[in-house]
């Protein structure tokens, strides 16, 4: 049973345009999101997170929404880069109810392409 | 600074046998996890070192077990390999263990081929 789904497998996105990576939830434990970004051959890099306490953070071009009530977050890359194809991760955790240690459970993942 | 760094990068093995994955945390971190990622998945939490002791594990069976050394460095070994633990096997390492902080910074893994 997937408790964090990315159901969008892959998604294209024309160069300077908005990137929107969407990530459902089910377990109401999870107070804590991250997103991953990563290339062939490399591992995960970390992009951005939120805690469930904040709707919204922003780094840079990178921006996470979260909605609580839907049990959804999203990921805003603006404007889009070829740099960004890539697979993005969204992962989850239960760190400020004591779950930290049980790891973070991650979604599938999206393959986002870039198209100049 | 040195980023986390996964050895080998690729392995093949036939069902029954035992394998280790080994991995240097980077520097500073003191926390490692293991993350099983099979085809077409996100990656699945193994489980967690802290200071040399297991303080998470997630759901996979005890024939996966790790350690945690002195320099924070980790094996991953698995016993009587089966054909589904074909995944690439990430390590990552933290400044604090994930109840801390949920950050963690991966290697590029480990490509585990059983046949």
């Known amino acids: 049973d997937q408790q964090v789904k990315q159901n969008s497998p892959s998604l294209s996105v024309q160069e300077g345009r908005i990137s929107i990576l969407n990530c459902d939830y089910t377990?109401?434990?999870?107070?804590?999101f991250l997103w991953y970004k990563k290339y062939p051959a490399e591992g995960p890099t970390f992009l951005i997170s939120?805690?469930?306490?904040?709707d919204k953070n922003e780094d840079g071009r990178f921006t996470v929404f979260l909605n609580k009530s839907a049990k959804h977050l999203s990921l805003h890359i603006v404007p889009s880069q070829p740099g960004d194809s890539a697979v993005y991760f969204c992962a989850a955790s239960a760190l400020y109810s004591g779950g930290g240690a049980d790891g973070l459970t991650f979604g599938k993942g999206t393959h986002l392409i870039i198209q100049p | 600074e040195t980023g986390v760094t996964q050895s080998p990068t690729h392995l093949i093995k036939t069902r029954g046998q035992q394998v280790t994955l080994r991995c240097s945390s980077q520097s500073g971190h003191n926390t490692v996890s293991w993350y099983q990622q099979a085809l077409g998945q996100g990656p699945q939490f193994i489980f967690q070192y802290y200071r040399e002791e297991e303080n998470g594990r997630g759901n996979f069976p005890p024939r996966f077990s790790g350690l945690q050394f002195p320099n924070y460095s980790s094996e991953l070994n698995v016993n009587a390999l089966e054909l589904d633990d074909s995944a690439l096997y990430l390590c990552?390492?933290?400044?604090?263990?994930?109840?801390?902080?949920?950050?963690?910074?991966f290697g590029e893994g480990s490509r585990l081929t059983v046949l």
């Open positions: 939120i805690s469930s306490i904040k």
């Open positions: 377990n109401s434990m999870f107070d804590y």
């Open positions: 990552a390492s933290s400044q604090k263990p994930a109840g801390v902080t949920g950050e963690l910074f």
